[in-house]
């Protein structure tokens, strides 16, 4: 693996920037500029030219760094621009292929080693995976997703947080998800708590395959039981009755009710319990495989003659990911709802290790969890065990056990999460079996 520094250069200009609850906002024209930029590169296959200055994977990744460098110079200095680099192959690059990540990194006030990722691929393709000189503008699949990473550091940048934030432009996601597993290696070897994964990957289109406009919702795709466990990590969540709480499914309903907190960002989240679309993936996949909390966002509509496709017409029919199929305004709010999440996990606390519970042979339950640095007050959550979404709670402050009166363990769901200071809160860690003395 290769780490290099970048330095600043000179990017597009600045359009300006429509106020979002009290905050700055994400950019509808802003974004449009972005995805045609990326799209003017040609094609941005992973095994397309490194070193050809207008056209290739080299040339975008390269703007991309000098995008993040010209948005840390507005700030001061606030973000960290960096590649890091490795050597992949695989059946889609037999002779290997170097694969470079771009990263700017926002680092926390608190422990910067507490990290929340925001991600895209910056890679494109046509019809052949394997071909590398056709144009391959790859709009929505994925200079959407990049262009929201770019867009949300634009947002972000001057702001202070407990934890660390680092936006990441992935290669060669469509060669093996190749990019998703360098930064998880990274991730790994840095010894970064990652506290979320937000990959979006295809989510700036409204128009579905037959027609069908959608353009008020998002999918956010999260595991169930995690990859990264052994069979006994599996039997215990399957005897706990935690298969729909696991620290990725926990993230999307963090997401989720961001959303309903955030009415003005426009957007229902549609959780879909699946790790990814039927039989698909996407970088977020190595984090799961790592034992990270990860979560897909993708449009509320696919539309397949868009995706993945040389540019043609066809018996009237148009084929290619290009930029006029797209909906701005929608991708800024998708935009704006990562915006949201990436504010509220960064500076909150990290989730409590354990959340063990006892209360066999009792009509209470006692809740016991590890301390987090940092909280100044923990939010105790529980539900019926047919619910799947926490309906009542309680704050606990200045200590790390409560007992529930007349809640029954055997008939409840309960997990704590821990709070900031100033409101900001964790994802919720589901509680399990005390352990036997």
Not at 25 to 36: C, F, G, Q, S
Not at 150 to 155: K, M, Q, T
């Amino acid at each position: 693996m290769r780490i290099a520094s970048l330095s600043a250069a000179t990017a597009l200009a600045l359009v300006a920037m429509p106020s979002f609850a009290g905050t700055k906002a994400p950019d509808p024209a802003r974004l449009k500029i972005t995805v045609e930029k990326l799209v003017s590169f040609g094609t941005r296959h992973t095994l397309s030219s490194a070193t050809d200055p207008r056209r290739g994977i080299g040339a975008a990744r390269k703007w991309g760094a000098s995008e993040f460098a010209r948005i840390s110079k507005s700030c001061g200095g606030c973000l960290t621009v960096e590649t890091v680099a490795d050597r992949f192959s695989g059946p889609r690059a037999p002779d290997g292929v170097e694969v470079v990540d771009v990263l700017a990194i926002q680092r926390g006030t608190g422990d910067p080693n507490q990290v929340v990722i925001v991600a895209g691929h910056i890679d494109s393709r046509v019809s052949d995976v394997m071909n590398i000189t056709s144009d391959a503008p790859g709009a929505n699949d994925n200079a959407s997703g990049s262009a929201l990473v770019l867009e949300a550091a634009r947002v972000l940048a001057g702001e202070r947080f407990d934890g660390t934030i680092v936006y990441a432009l992935l290669s060669g996601e469509e060669q093996g998800l190749w990019g998703g597993k360098l930064l998880a290696a990274t991730a790994k070897a840095r010894g970064w708590n990652v506290r979320a994964m937000l990959n979006n990957d295809i989510v700036g289109n409204t128009v579905g395959q037959n027609g069908t406009i959608v353009d008020r919702r998002v999918r956010v795709f999260s595991e169930g039981i995690g990859a990264a466990g052994d069979i006994k990590a599996a039997l215990t969540r399957r005897g706990i009755g935690g298969e729909d709480d696991s620290p990725s499914r926990a993230l999307a309903k963090k997401v989720d009710g961001i959303a309903e907190d955030n009415p003005d960002i426009g957007l229902d989240v549609f959780a879909v319990r699946r790790p990814d679309r039927f039989g698909r993936g996407g970088d977020h996949s190595p984090f799961l495989e790592a034992g990270f909390p990860a979560a897909r966002f993708s449009v509320g509509v696919e539309n397949y003659d868009r995706q993945h496709q040389d540019l043609r017409t066809e018996g009237g029919r148009e084929y290619g990911d290009t930029a006029a199929a797209m909906d701005f305004p929608y991708l800024a709010r998708v935009t704006a709802l990562n915006v949201a999440t990436l504010r509220e996990l960064a500076a909150a606390p990290a989730a409590p290790a354990s959340v063990s519970l006892d209360g066999a042979l009792s009509t209470d339950t006692k809740v016991t969890w590890d301390a987090v640095p940092g909280a100044t007050a923990y939010r105790v959550r529980w539900r019926r065990a047919d619910a799947q979404d926490w309906t009542e709670s309680r704050i606990v402050k200045n200590a790390t056990e409560t007992v529930l009166k007349d809640v029954i363990v055997d008939d409840t769901f309960i997990g704590v999460s821990a709070v900031s200071a100033d409101g900001a809160e964790s994802i919720v860690t589901f509680g399990g079996m005390a352990a036997r003395k």
